[in-house]
């Protein structure tokens, strides 16, 4: 009987290195063998057939957020839209929050956008992505590269189709929110190339949209647009929007894609280390929960649309004048997502609950650092997480979710509690007042 060499540091660095890289590139083989589990590699056919399905399970690719309250991986399902409470501290949802009103800010153009969208689809592409407006597939998405996915997806449809697409995240996003999509679209496909070019997941067209409701100046309706890193969901009642539960994320967060300098999150870094920089030491220590972070630390992903979440940290009750202000940039990095003027209406509502909005800190303060950060009030609920890598820049042994978290693969989330994401507080008093 043979006996076995003992693996040294640079061996288990290797292994782990070349099981990450596979993880991505080796499709249904190597992901079976390492796993158990069986995989789809497409994304097109199988991307498809099925919403319901969470990645690394039969049928989905291996998560690249983990399966914890970052992504929804094996073991965890949506909830259904009948059973949607919203986030909340303690399981008790707080009423009154988003009453139905004016804004002043029209929808006709996101409507035309949405619309032109739908009438360049064939008639069977659109019945593959239309819903009803309270239809469980709103909460059916995930930020994982393999997680089965209805509706139009990018990559099959034609070039003048994908304009259109495009012309509608425009119509809904801000400048810099259809720059930021298209670009984690792109380190989308680097990542790719990276890994080896054989995952239809990992490519600029695995993105989908699908519409709830029919767009409408006067009637609710939405739409998400789905992949890799991307979740927007997208609610219209009237000349008010909701666009939460949002999504963004990237590994890597800066590289180079067919000779394009692409760097994300840098606005989303600087104004959380801005905020901590500009606190006392006392208000730190109330602030910062620990100065090691694990490589997950997001409570409200994917999967989370119930997500009990108490506030941490400290209360901007307690902030100066100056502070304060920190706070108000940093969530109109994310706000400002959305097109100008909803931004602005939403800010409004942000800043109305400002003395009631923790913020907390987990990690160290430095620019290089890896942490996570938490703004979280009535109204809304933001999360900043430096996740460890899963396939680039694992060379050095530090890959897979157990891995030491770097700047390089970000993951945040913007959320509205008390039962606000998809609308769904709006719908319900559109349905009580009209129906």
């Known amino acids: 009987m043979h006996g076995h060499r003992p693996r040294t540091p640079e061996a288990d660095r290797s292994r782990r290195w070349f099981m990450n890289r596979a993880l991505l590139a080796g499709g249904v083989a190597a992901v079976a063998a390492m796993t158990g589990c069986s995989s789809d ?9 099925s919403s319901g399905a969470p990645s690394g399970g039969p049928g989905g690719g291996m998560p690249s957020g983990g399966p914890g309250g970052g992504g929804m991986g094996p073991g965890q399902s949506e909830v259904k839209y009948a059973d949607f409470k919203g986030v909340s501290t303690d399981g008790t949802i707080t009423g009154g929050l988003y009453p139905i009103h004016a804004t002043d800010v029209s929808t006709d153009g996101i409507v035309k956008a949405a619309q032109a969208f739908l009438d ?14 309270d ?3 709103w909460l059916a998405w995930s930020n994982v590269d393999g997680y089965q996915r209805k509706g139009v997806r990018m990559g099959d449809i034609t070039g003048a189709q994908r304009n259109l697409g495009y012309a509608l995240l425009g119509a809904a996003l801000s400048a810099d929110g259809l720059t930021r999509t298209r670009n984690i679209m792109k380190l989308n496909a680097f990542l790719g190339d990276y890994s080896g070019g ?9 993105y989908f949209f699908t519409f709830m409701g029919t767009p409408s100046t006067t009637e609710p309706w939405g739409f998400q647009y789905e992949g890799h890193h991307v ?3 997208y609610f219209v009642l009237g000349d008010q929007v909701v666009m939460t539960p949002t999504f963004m994320g990237s590994e890597p967060t800066s590289a180079t894609y067919k000779g394009e300098k ?24 109330k602030v910062i929960s620990g100065a090691e972070k694990s490589g997950d630390d997001m409570k409200a992903g994917a999967g989370q649309d119930n997500a ?8 901007a009750e307690e902030f100066s004048s100056t502070q304060r202000r920190h706070l108000l940039d940093l969530v109109r990095v994310y706000v400002g997502t959305m097109n ?8 409004a509502e942000v800043e109305a609950h400002l003395d009631a909005t923790y913020f907390s800190w987990t990690g160290g303060a430095k620019d290089s650092s890896a942490f996570y950060y938490r703004v979280h009030s009535p109204v809304v609920l933001i999360e900043y997480d430096a996740q460890s890598p899963l396939a680039y820049g694992t060379e050095g042994g530090t890959g897979g979710p157990g891995g030491t978290p770097t700047q390089q693969h970000i993951h945040t989330i913007v959320r509205t509690p008390n039962g606000g994401d998809y609308g769904v507080d709006l719908l319900k008093l559109h349905l009580d007042d009209d129906h």
């Open 308 to 315: 009990e979440l108490a506030h941490q940290g400290l209360a």
């Open 231 to 233: 979740a927007i969901n």
């Open 135 to 137: 239809d469980d597939e």
């Open 262 to 285: 692409i760097t994300l999150f840098g606005p989303e870094t600087e104004a959380g280390l801005t905020l901590l920089r500009s606190l006392t030491a006392a208000q730190r220590a």
């Open 198 to 206: 054989n995952r239809d997941t990992l490519t600029e067209g695995a």
């Open 41 to 49: 590699a497409s994304g097109t056919a199988a991307a498809s057939s």
């Open 120 to 133: 360049g689809l064939s008639a069977k592409e659109r019945t593959s992505c239309t819903f009803d407006v």
């Open 340 to 347: 100008d003027g909803h931004a602005e209406v939403r800010m």
